[in-house]
Nanobody
Framework: QVPLVESGGGLVQAGNSLRLSCVTP????????VGWFRQAPGREREFVAT????????YYADSVKGRFTISKDDAKNTVYLQMSSLKSEDTAVYYC????????????????????WGQGTQVTVSS
């Protein structure tokens, strides 16, 4: 199992910001994309954002576009999710995920594309 370790979750007021981090294995595993998903109670896990590990191209769910930014630090083997203008509906457990194969842009928002998953970090936005 490839470890992906998330951190940075917590309780924040609506309108504020939070940054999540995901430490990846680095060169020991050649990840294609690293993405963020989230799952609220009683709901399915949903795509938030993803970044190409080599090219740095980014893709976002419409619900977070303009508010969230995904980025990476190659030297630290870390992917970040900067979340701004948080809303109560952003409350969820956030998961970092890594893929090995590129199946096409239309599949980047699918959980089945991602082979490795972190343990999740809770984000709670109070209104």
């Amino acid at each position: 199992q490839v470890p992906l370790v998330e951190s940075g979750g917590g309780l924040v007021q609506a309108g504020n910001s939070l940054r999540l981090s995901c430490v990846t294995p680095g060169r020991s595993i050649s990840l294609d994309h690293v993405g963020w998903f989230r799952q609220a109670p009683g709901r399915e896990r949903e795509f938030v954002a993803t970044i190409s590990w080599t090219a740095g191209r980014t893709y976002y769910a419409d619900s977070v576009k303009g508010r969230f930014t995904i980025s990476k630090d190659d030297a630290k083997n870390t992917v970040y999710l900067q979340m701004s203008s948080l809303k109560s509906e952003d409350t969820a457990v956030y998961y970092c995920a890594g893929s090995l194969v590129y199946f096409g842009i239309n599949y980047l928002n699918s959980t089945s594309t991602y082979r490795y998953w972190g343990q999740g970090t809770q984000v709670t936005v109070s209104s």
